[in-house]
């Protein structure tokens, strides 16, 4: 079979809901000859990727992404109690953890089982681990890593306290997951001690030697981000809420067909409206505007991709610069990423929503 007709057989029994199958087609790779580490990485981890692919692209359902991410764990399960997987460690310690709010566990229980087949003893915590939980266990355990895994951006300010928190516990920390960026820059920017791209680099790395703890010397975001000396980050963060109201209602004025919106409509807005708010105060306090413009761009495909008018976009931008016009960081981007719009979108100036 090649890695093609692996690959769809799985995507097929997964995205049908059927566990049975979906354990079956990973048992199949498994006799082809692929080691179980390579089934976890080249088999489970790209169909896995697939159903977010496919879930922006409005071809599946949250329900039917909620039923194929569960499923996948399942099948990782029935793997790893394979007599295969039955590994002793003779390494050290790593804890693997998701930062607090992710909720996007499995990449970090790929690494896990990675690293158990490569003879570490880990200690998986699962998503969305509380910081101070996080310490208490870390002083308990003492491992001698631990890998902190993040998919969504908008966790990067608690990812860097995180970082903090666990350095000043005396203990290494490995960063990885699609929040970092592609090439780690938020990993580094926060002075993580390493950051792989994905579970089979980390183990690699792990491997050529634990990373030194840094000195526990007391630290604040503040002293590896200057930038957020000016507060805008806060302030964003803080009036999220209100910020997301009074564009609302602002909106409802400057556009008329929202009025004509079902409650699930104006939720929806409501909801998407408090993404860009969470993705620009992310934006603030990692003084990225790429960030920020990359998520509105990703946004502007997924609203047409369901049918919903991507420029509404363009008066959302020019509410909430105006209600931040006296953060100067804030309202340029907003500009900013209002014009990278525009260029990319030029019908969208001609439309007018009725």
């Known amino acids: 079979m090649t890695p093609a007709d692996r690959l769809d057989r799985l995507w097929q029994t997964v995205l049908a809901g059927d566990e049975r199958a979906a354990v079956g087609a990973a048992f199949a790779a498994l006799d082809d000859g692929l080691g179980l580490e390579d089934v976890l990485l080249e088999v489970i981890a790209p169909i896995q990727a697939k159903v977010g692919l496919e879930w922006a692209a409005n071809q599946i359902s949250v329900a039917q992404e909620h039923a194929a991410t569960a499923i996948n764990g ?44 490569r003879g570490w003893q880990v200690d998986f915590l699962g998503a969305t681990v509380p910081t101070q939980h996080l310490i208490a266990h870390l002083r308990l355990a003492g491992p001698d890593a631990v890998a902190l895994s993040s998919s969504v951006a908008t966790r990067l300010p608690t990812a860097h306290a995180t970082i903090i928190a666990c350095q000043a516990a005396g203990i290494p920390v490995f960063a990885g997951g699609a929040a970092f960026g592609g090439d780690g820059r938020y990993a580094h920017m926060f002075g993580a001690n390493v950051w792989a791209p994905n579970a089979r680099r980390a183990a690699d790395l792990l491997a050529g030697g634990l990373p030194r703890p840094k000195l526990a010397q007391p630290r604040q975001p503040v002293d590896d981000l200057p930038h957020l000396a000016d507060h805008e980050y806060t302030l964003v963060a803080r009036t999220a809420r209100s910020l997301v109201r009074q564009t609302m209602a602002d909106l409802m004025e400057r556009l008329p067909a929202m009025k004509r919106y079902t409650s699930q409509q104006l939720d929806h807005t409501a909801a998407d409206i408090a993404h860009i708010v969470d993705f620009l ?53 907003l500009k900013e990423v209002r014009a990278d719009l525009d260029d990319r979108y030029p019908n969208w100036s001609r439309q007018r929503f009725r």
């Open 74 to 117: 399942r099948v990782i399960a029935a793997l790893t109690r394979h007599s295969a997987a039955r590994v002793e460690p003779r390494h050290g310690r790593i804890t693997v953890a998701c930062i607090d709010g992710e909720w996007h566990a499995l990449p970090a229980r790929l690494l896990s089982e990675v690293l158990r087949l």
């Open 281 to 333: 105060a992310t934006a603030l306090y990692t003084n990225s505007p790429e960030l920020f413009a990359g998520f509105l761009r990703w946004t502007a495909e997924i609203l047409m991709a369901r049918g919903v008018p991507g420029q509404v976009l363009l008066p959302t931008l020019d509410v909430l610069a105006a209600g931040l016009k006296d953060a100067t960081r804030a309202s340029r981007l």
